[in-house]
């Protein structure tokens, strides 16, 4: 039970595992890319059927597909080693899409993918290093981002609730700044149902808005021991950081073996 005159609201967040700076996505030496050799013909067996030398099986490619029904695996498209890495490096040395959750997946998918007997694998592999760099960093920022809303949502609803000349005092607790505290000593059950609209999330409402910043519990306390709580449920306004995250496949680190 909270003490009387106080407000809860509470988000998740996705960086636990994550803390401390991957390395600095601008510094490091330039780095080389091998140059690939032309892979040659191969020369079909008699009575078979000749196919192009170098397209990689999905036992050769990292990450191949999945097995269908059949049983028989189904390799992933080819990818062009040099571009792969020159994408990669791209993303690596420019800091703003270093910073981009989507600029790093994008070159990841490729670079994921150059064959571990490719002359280059060696120069893919010190890339990958400096590209998981960026992940840690991208991750970090996007957390960032949804922190700084929350705390704009938090002055946003100080301001609301105050706006009687009643004094409010909003705090952020709790792992990711996920929980906001506020003191609303003068509040009464009818004053709290009308300033959140009778729980409702819909856009334009307190709690829409404290939803679409993340938040998934309200609690508030007012005088005479009134208290009351919002169950949010913010991914019904969009994709949240961890959820990007998740959907574009970089929740690991990112390693060639």
Not at 110 to 130: I, W
Not at 210 to 219: C, P, S, Y
């Amino acid at each position: 039970m909270l003490p009387a005159g106080s407000l809860v609201v509470a988000t998740g967040g996705f960086l636990a595992g994550h803390s401390g700076a991957g390395p600095d996505a601008t510094s490091g030496q330039s780095v080389g890319i091998a140059e690939v050799a032309e892979p040659a013909e191969t020369v079909a067996a008699e009575g078979g059927t000749a196919e192009a030398a170098g397209e990689p099986t999905a036992a050769d490619v990292h990450g191949a597909g999945a097995t269908p029904a059949g049983g028989t695996a189904q390799p992933m498209p080819a990818v062009d080693p040099t571009l792969a890495i020159k994408d990669a490096l791209a993303v690596v040395k420019k800091r703003k899409r270093c910073l981009e959750l989507e600029a790093v997946a994008a070159a990841w998918a490729s670079l994921s993918r150059v064959p571990p007997m490719d002359v280059s694998y060696g120069v893919a592999k010190n890339t990958t290093r400096r590209l998981e760099g960026c992940r840690k960093k991208a991750m970090q920022a996007a957390e960032r981002a949804e922190l700084k809303q929350r705390a704009r949502e938090r002055h946003a609803l100080a301001k609301a609730l105050a706006a009687n000349g009643d004094k409010v005092k909003p705090k952020l607790h709790g792992k990711g700044k996920t929980i906001l505290v506020v003191k609303w000593p003068k509040a009464t059950a009818e004053a709290i149902d009308a300033a959140f609209a009778g729980g409702s999330t819909d856009e334009g409402t307190l709690l829409g808005r404290l939803q679409a910043a993340g938040f998934v519990e309200v609690t508030l306390t007012g005088g005479d021991n009134v208290e009351k709580s919002f169950t949010l449920a913010p991914s019904a306004d969009g994709v949240t950081a961890r959820q990007r995250v998740e959907e574009l496949g970089l929740t690991q680190p990112l390693r060639l073996p």
